[in-house]
């Protein structure tokens, strides 16, 4: 799979280390929404979409078993949320 195209949602005002949300469309077929990019003291990284469960513990609606997919779209989005963020200076 192949990602087609990003968008980056910065959030203006974090309260936390959630600096923005992200889609990526793989292919011009699927379509993965509301994956989110945190900030931390090792650097940026994204967490895909996920629900908070009746147990309180946080659980991936997508999860991606592909490991080269999976940096694929690590990459391609911090790179897409670094440039965004470069746009907004």
Known sequence: MKVTDIRIQIIKDPKNKLKAFSTVILDDSL???DIRI?????????????VKGQDGNWHEIVTLINTDLKN????????AYHDELLKKM
């Open 38 to 50: 945190f900030e931390s003291e090792r650097g940026n990284f994204i967490s895909m979409p996920s």
């Open 72 to 79: 694929q779209i690590s990459n391609y989005v911090l790179r």
């Open 31 to 33: 379509v993965l929404r």
